[in-house]
């Protein structure tokens, strides 16, 4: 089977199931970005714990695209619950089984996930591959030098 046939104008990924029983990346509407991907293990996170949880999928992406791991915003929002490297970026020549860092970053109350259970979205992308050459001058730009809070308007420092 070819991954790169699309399928109804989408691009088709091969997904291999490690875990018989866990379903494939789904989209819950049409036009979302994510599809969301479940625990295949029932985990318990203590507050400010955290833990790299398999879904017991594999997949092999086309050349030219990656996929990436999202946090989901109703878990962030109601949970605490986050990905320590948001987002993950799943390679389009890795094979091995997609895993999800999740952190609780609640102060108080353990987070209980029970096999099936939604823990993470993934955004398939088409990525560019880049040739970095050496410069000893880069080109100007209006932005110049300035980064980190240069524009200013930091909460932290009113
Ligand atoms: O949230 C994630 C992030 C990554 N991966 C997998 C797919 C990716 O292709 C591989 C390597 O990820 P990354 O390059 O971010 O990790 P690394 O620490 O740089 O490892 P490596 O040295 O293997 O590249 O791990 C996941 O399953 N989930
Ligand atoms: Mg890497």
């Not at 979302?32 to 985990?43: K, N, Q, R, W």
């Not at 948001?86 to 209980?112: F, H, M, S, W």
């Not at 029970?114 to 000893?136: N, Y």
Request: glycine share 14%.
């Amino acid at each position: 089977m070819s991954t790169t046939s699309p399928e109804g104008g989408r691009v088709g990924i091969a997904v291999r199931r490690l875990d018989p029983g866990v379903p494939l990346p789904e989209y819950a509407h049409p036009g979302d970005a994510g599809a969301d991907l479940c625990t295949s293990i029932d985990v318990v996170l203590e507050p400010g714990e955290r833990a790299t949880v398999p879904t017991g999928l594999a997949i092999a992406l086309p050349d030219g695209y990656a996929a990436f791991v999202h946090p989901r915003s109703g878990l962030a929002a109601r949970c605490g619950v986050t990905l320590v490297n948001a987002p993950g970026t799943v390679d389009a020549g890795y094979r091995g089984e997609i895993k999800v860092t999740l952190i609780n970053t609640d102060k108080d109350t353990p987070v209980k996930f029970t096999r099936g259970d939604r823990i993470a979205q993934l955004v398939v992308q088409r990525v560019e591959r880049a040739v970095f050459t050496e410069a000893g001058e880069l080109p100007g730009s209006v932005r110049g030098e300035g980064g980190f809070g240069s524009t200013g308007g930091h909460a932290a420092q009113r």
